[in-house]
C-alpha cells in the first residue's frame, strides 16, 4: 500500500471517529429535538467510514463483496436519519411517527437484502472486481437498476431534508443562521462526492470518495454542534413555542385564505366551529351536518361555519351562536395577511367568548337603570312627602322626617353617581385636545348646582391644553370635588393643575375632616369587603376613570385637617409642549393666574 493509500485509510478511520465523536455528544443531549436521528445518522456514518477502511485492505473479491453488506448498513440510517433530524430540527417533529419510519425503511431494508444476495442476481450490480487504487482494494462493477433506485432515494431524501433546513435560514435570520449554513455545507460535500461514487466519474473513479469526505461533513457539524449551539439553540424551539402559543392563547384563531376559505385553526376555535375534540362536526344552529366527526373542514368556507364574520371590516364584530352547550356570545377580530409584496394572501380571525362580559354588562345596564331611573324617582316622591311632613307633624316627630328626607336625597345622590358610572365605563371616545380651563369651568358649574353654597376654587394656566378623554376627566374630577363637599359642610375645595418635566397634576384639596380610612381602604385594595365596605360610588367613579385615563390615584392626608387628592397624568397628554419636549411654557406656578369661583362660571 503505497503512502496515498495509508493516507486514503487514515481518512476513513478519521471520519469515523469524528462521526462517533459527534453522535455521542448528540446521544447524551437526545432530549433535544431531533438529537436521536442526528445520534443514529453520526451511527450511520461511523459504520460506512469505518467499514469503508477495513474494505480498502482486503483485497480478495469474494471477502471484498462480503463487506459491502456492513457498508450497505451504514449507508441505509444515514438518509432517513437525516430527513428526521431536519423535520425535529425544524420544529416538525411530530411528523416523524411509525408510519413515515416504515415508508423510509422500505428502500433501506430492500437494498440491505440485495446487496448481501448480490452475487445471485444483477440487480444491484453485476462485473464486481477490485481495482486497486493508491494500493487499495477499490472495486468497479456496472451498476444494476436498483443501484440507481436505491441512489435516487437517498438524493432525493437528503434533498428533502436540506429543504427544511433552508428555511430557519432564510426566515429566522442571524439566530439560526450560522447553524445552518453548517448543517447545508457538510451535506452537500457527501452528496457531490456521493455523486461521483455513482456514475464512477474522474478523477479516481474507483476510488468512494463520500466516506472520506463525511470527516469534513463530522468536523462541519461539530463545528455547529459545539460553536453554534446547535442543541441548544434550535428553530424547533421557536416553531413549537409559536404553536405553543397558538394553542395556548385562550380565544379562538382561525386562519382562511383570500377566498375565505378554512386553512388552519386552534383547538379553542373548535367551538366556535362546531367542531368536536377530533375535529369533526357538530350540530350547530343554523348550520347543516355535513356527515360525522370525520368530515375535513379544512378548505371550506368560513361561513359554512360562522355565519356574519365581515372579512373586510377590521373592527371587533358581535358574533352570537346557540348550540346544544348553550348560548354564547364571541367578539370576532379580523386581521390581514399580507406577503412581501403587500398584497392580501389571507385572514386570521380570533374569536373571544364575551358570554360572561356580555352577561355582566347587561347586568350593569339592568342595575344602572333602576338607580338612575326608578329609585331616584321614587326618591323625588319619598323626599317631597318628607319635606311636606317636617312642615305638618309636630316638634317631637320632625326628626323622624328630617331623617327620611336626609336619607332619600342621599339615595338620590346614589343614583346620579350610578349616571356617573355608566359615563365613565361606557366612553369610548378617543383623546381629543381640551383647554384645561374649560374642563375645569364646566366641573364647578355642574358641582354648584348641586351645591349652591360650595366654596371652589380653581388654580389653572389659561393657556393649558391638554389632549386627554374630557368627559371622563371631567367626572373624576366632579366627584373629588363633591366628596370634599359632602364629607366637610363648610369645606373649602382649591383644584390645581400643576405642571412639570414628568407629569401633570390635578390637585383636588380639601380642608374638611378628611376621608375615612374605610372608604379609602376599599377604593387602595380594589375590593368591597364586610370589613372594608366605603359608603358610596364616587371614589370608585374616580378609581376606575383615572385607569380610563391612563392616570396614577393618591390620597394624603392634609395639615392641619382634609384630603389632598392628586390624578396623575403622563406629560404626553400635553398638547402645548414644543418640539423639543419642553413643558415650561405650559407650567403653572408662581406664574398661574389663580381663578374664584366666579371665574370658572360661564359667561353669557
Known sequence: MTPEGVAVVFLALLAGGTAVAVGTYAWRNRGEPGATSFAVMMAGVAVWSLSYAVALTAFDPG?????????????????????????????????????????????????????????????????????????????????????????????????????FLLEPVISYGALYRDQGIALILGTAV?????????????????????????????????????????????????????????????????????????????????????????????????????????????????????????????????????????????????????????????????????????????????????????????MTVVVGNADLLVERVDEDDRPLADAIGRRGRALQRLGEKARDVEEVLDDDAQPREVDAVEVCRDVVRDVRESHPDADVAVDVSPDLRLVVRARVLGVVLANLVENGIEHGDDATIRVAVRVDEDAVRFVVADDGPGIPEAELEGIRSGTETALSHGSGLGLWVVRWGTRLLGAELSFEDRDPTGTVVTVRLPPSVLANVGADGDAAAARTGSESRARSESEAEPTD
Open 63 to 163: 471477502t471484498r463483496e462480503l463487506i459491502e453488506v456492513p457498508l450497505e448498513v451504514g449507508k441505509a440510517l444515514i438518509a432517513p436519519a437525516w430527513l428526521f433530524f431536519a423535520l425535529g430540527y425544524t420544529g416538525r417533529g411530530e411528523y416523524v411517527d411509525r408510519r413515515l419510519i416504515a415508508v423510509m425503511s422500505v428502500v433501506p431494508v430492500v437494498t440491505t437484502l440485495l446487496v448481501a444476495t448480490a452475487p445471485s442476481h444483477g440487480l444491484m450490480w453485476t462485473d464486481y472486481r477490485v481495482a486497486q487504487t493508491f494500493g487499495t482494494a477499490t472495486v468497479l462493477f456496472d451498476p444494476g437498476v436498483w443501484f440507481y433506485v436505491h441512489a435516487a432515494f437517498g438524493w432525493v431524501v437528503i434533498g428533502a431534508g436540506m429543504v
Open 190 to 378: 457527501s452528496f457531490a462526492a456521493h455523486v461521483k461514487a455513482v456514475f464512477f466519474l474522474p478523477p479516481l473513479p474507483a476510488l468512494d470518495l463520500t466516506p472520506l469526505t463525511l470527516a469534513i461533513t463530522g468536523v462541519l457539524f461539530g463545528f455547529a454542534l459545539f460553536r453554534f449551539r446547535l442543541q441548544g439553540l434550535l428553530p424547533a424551539t421557536q416553531v413549537l413555542g409559536r404553536r405553543a402559543a397558538i394553542e395556548d392563547v385562550g380565544v379562538g384563531l382561525v386562519v382562511v385564505n383570500a377566498d375565505g376559505r378554512l386553512i388552519e385553526y386552534n383547538a379553542a376555535a373548535r367551538p366556535v366551529l362546531g367542531l368536536d375534540d377530533r375535529g369533526g362536526r357538530d350540530d350547530v344552529a343554523g348550520v347543516d351536518d355535513v356527515g360525522g366527526d370525520t368530515v375535513g373542514v379544512v378548505g371550506e368556507p368560513l361561513d359554512a361555519f360562522v355565519a356574519d364574520v365581515d372579512l373586510d371590516d377590521p373592527d371587533p364584530q358581535r358574533i352570537e351562536q346557540t348550540t346544544d352547550a348553550g348560548y354564547h356570545v364571541y367578539e370576532a377580530t379580523v386581521s390581514e395577511i399580507d406577503d412581501h409584496h403587500g398584497r392580501v394572501v389571507g385572514y386570521t380571525v380570533t374569536f373571544a367568548d364575551v358570554t360572561d362580559r356580555e352577561a355582566r354588562r347587561q347586568r350593569l345596564e339592568v342595575l344602572n337603570r333602576v338607580l338612575r331611573h326608578n329609585l331616584r324617582n321614587d
